[in-house]
């Protein structure tokens, strides 16, 4: 926006700016934010619904507390773009998701007024009751406040924290915002909860004077049966007219539901809430994605939104070329589903994420979103599993480390045979740091009785996934990237299952051998092609079975290389090539073996390729590091 249309933004470089203004300026204010955020985000595409939910919300913490003095703590950072643009980042906003510019989530480096980072749900409570503890240690004085979409509460993770800061009496205040929303439309029990609290709003203020009266007249009268008598009443009376008894059992003061989107009423809650002590929680309405100009009523296409025309909301034309592995892979489950009757599919509020949507409305009733609770996902497929039920479970790799226990626990010291999906896998791209699927590889070869596996296209994705069908020993995934597949996919019926536990040779050569996990195939073959019109003659060969490996034919490559290169793209620590490489040092400790892969840190958000490029998993950076090999092995040319 260009100077003089936004007079009131353009005066805003802190929460402290926000303070000064008069209460009637502030919904001016929310409109500006939210027309500045349709337009930055139709540039740089992100996740737009949730912070379109939240403009009047941070509008109105910025008023009402002390940010950075008071903890303002947001549950993911899916809500949080108008915090950025509020807390001194709008002149920066252009860089939202680009490479060297500001991440798509809250991060502590970025600002001071960033408390804690976190891409995934369910962690603020949890967070700010340690903020508030730790206040309280240290005698300081400030405000902590949580920020909770409606959609953490399908986590687990908040309701331990409310357990424990409700029971504490510490000063920390809880606002829920409820949109009825997460990435999906929230599922379950808590849902219909928050729902029934929306259709039958009671106010607080009836609540709160029964309760003063009470404890006027137990004052007067005196005598501790009157007392006691005094209390019963009280929980009588809110039984009968508080919406918001889950809370108050778990020893939070409720107040709501109010309107999400009325600054004026939110002030003035906000104003009463800060003046009480002990454990409170503010339950706000909001409507996801306020004020975007989608062109159809699927509310979950502006949840993450890639470039888009900021007027009408259409997005912008893509090139076209393969389809996405998340595509495939959903159309392949939608298709064996008809084979196989007895094949569920898994999500964890993630239905367009992983591609399940398809098999959702092809065989509605064999599919199951539990909302965002991947380690009741893990043991509700291992429930499913000892009846005799083929649970596919489809989870982003980030996301699935939240389920590890289950997995270890439930699926595989049972032997169950749940098959995990794992979208996202390696490099993630613009989502960065906390979306990135480097683990997997490593954190599952660590488990008894898995089965891990890596396709190298979409035909062998679906004939992994006939495999992990035929496969009833245990469980066993299949990973794949964010990103377009190498090519079309044939149907389901056409491809036959890969034999269990077997590796493809993809080139013969000598010497060196080229070991690649699943979408490193592409590379590794195209560093073989620059590598042999230099004189070099590498093997290559598709890992595509991780673990068991296969012996039979890793025996003849040590036999017939002397250098043995992996190539994955996932962490190098503990990966694939650090479990080849300890067999290789019992079976051919002669033979070398080097493991090329994602180093050892974290990694800022950037387009995959060039994510990808920075850390040498390309034809080019493999190549040269063979060349680099080759001559220190002092291997010849053909």
């Known amino acids: 926006m260009g100077k003089g249309t936004v007079p009131l933004l353009e005066s805003i470089h802190g929460p402290e700016d926000v303070r000064r203004l008069r209460r009637d300026q502030l919904p001016a204010l929310a409109d500006e934010v939210r027309q500045r955020l349709i337009e930055v985000v ?182 501790q049966k009157l007392v006691d008598f005094a209390k019963t009443v009280e929980e009588s009376i809110k039984n009968l007219w508080s919406p918001g008894m889950l809370f108050e059992e778990l020893g939070f003061r409720y107040f709501g539901p109010i309107d999400g989107h009325d600054i004026d009423q939110m002030v003035q809650t906000f104003a009463l809430v800060k003046t009480l002590k002990g454990p409170r929680v503010v339950h706000v309405i909001t409507e996801k994605g306020k004020g975007f100009p989608l062109p159809e009523p699927d509310l979950e296409k502006y949840h993450a939104r890639a470039p888009y025309d900021p007027v009408t909301g259409q997005l912008k034309p893509a090139n076209p070329g393969p389809p996405q592995w998340t595509k495939i892979f959903g159309e392949a489950l939608t298709q064996l589903a008809a084979e196989y009757p007895d094949v569920v599919a898994i999500t964890a509020a993630m239905p367009s994420g992983t591609g399940t949507s398809a098999f959702q409305k092809k065989w509605p009733d064999r599919f199951f979103d539990v909302g965002i609770a991947e380690a009741h996902a893990t043991t509700f497929a291992a429930g499913l599993a000892t009846q005799g039920v083929r649970p596919v479970v489809a989870i982003y790799s980030t996301f699935l480390q939240r389920a590890y226990d289950s997995i270890v626990h439930d699926v595989a010291i049972q032997q169950l045979p749940v098959i995990f999906c794992l979208d996202r896998a390696g490099m993630v791209g613009e989502d960065g740091q906390t979306h990135m699927g480097l683990y997997d590889i490593a954190y599952l070869l660590a488990v008894p009785n898995f089965t891990v596996t890596a396709p190298r296209d979409g035909a062998e994705l679906i004939g992994l996934l006939r495999c992990a069908l035929a496969h009833a020993d245990g469980p066993f995934s299949l990973r794949y990237p964010r990103d377009k597949a190498p090519g079309e996919a044939p149907p389901a019926a056409e491809v036959a299952p890969v ?54 034919l890793l025996d003849a490559l040590v036999r017939e290389h002397r250098l043995l290169v992996t190539i994955e793209d996932g962490t190098v620590v503990n990966g694939f090539g650090a479990a080849l490489a300890a067999v290789v040092q019992t079976t051919a400790p002669e033979v070398r073996v080097v493991t090329l892969g994602v180093p050892d840190r974290t990694y800022e958000h950037a387009p995959r390729a060039q994510q990808l490029a920075e850390v040498g998993l390309t034809g080019p950076g493999i190549a040269a590091r063979i060349r680099a090999l080759a001559a220190e092995e002092s291997l010849t040319p053909s």
């Open 499 to 552: 034999p269990y536990g077997t590796w493809e040779v993809l080139r013969r050569g000598r010497e060196c051998a080229l070991l690649a996990v699943g979408v490193m195939c592409q590379p590794a073959l195209a560093a073989a092609a620059e590598l042999v019109a230099e004189g070099l003659d590498p093997s290559v060969v598709n890992c595509r079975f991780l673990k068991p490996m296969d012996r039979a």
């Open 42 to 223: 139709s540039q740089t595409g992100g996740h737009i619904g949730a912070g379109l939910g939240v403009v009047e919300l941070t509008v109105t913490l910025c008023h009402s507390f002390e940010s950075p003095r008071d903890r303002i703590v947001w549950d993911v950072g899916h809500q949080g773009y108008p915090w950025k643009i509020l807390t001194g980042r709008n002149d920066r906003l252009p860089t939202l998701r680009q490479p060297g510019g500001l991440s798509g989530f809250l991060r502590r480096s970025e600002s001071g007024h960033d408390q804690f980072g976190a891409g995934h749900a369910g962690t603020a409570l949890s967070a700010a009751f340690g903020m508030a503890a730790a206040r309280d240690l240290k005698g300081e004085d400030y405000k902590v406040v949580a920020v909770v979409g409606d959609g953490a509460l399908t986590c687990g993770l908040p309701y331990e924290a409310m357990n424990n800061a409700g029971h504490s009496g510490r000063d920390i205040i809880m606002v829920l915002n409820d949109n009825g929303m997460s990435i999906a439309p929230n599922v379950g029990a808590i849902n219909r909860y928050l729902g029934s609290i929306i259709a039958s709003p009671v106010t607080v203020r009836i609540r709160e004077k029964v309760k003063h009266l009470i404890e006027a007249a137990s004052h007067v009268v005196g005598g």
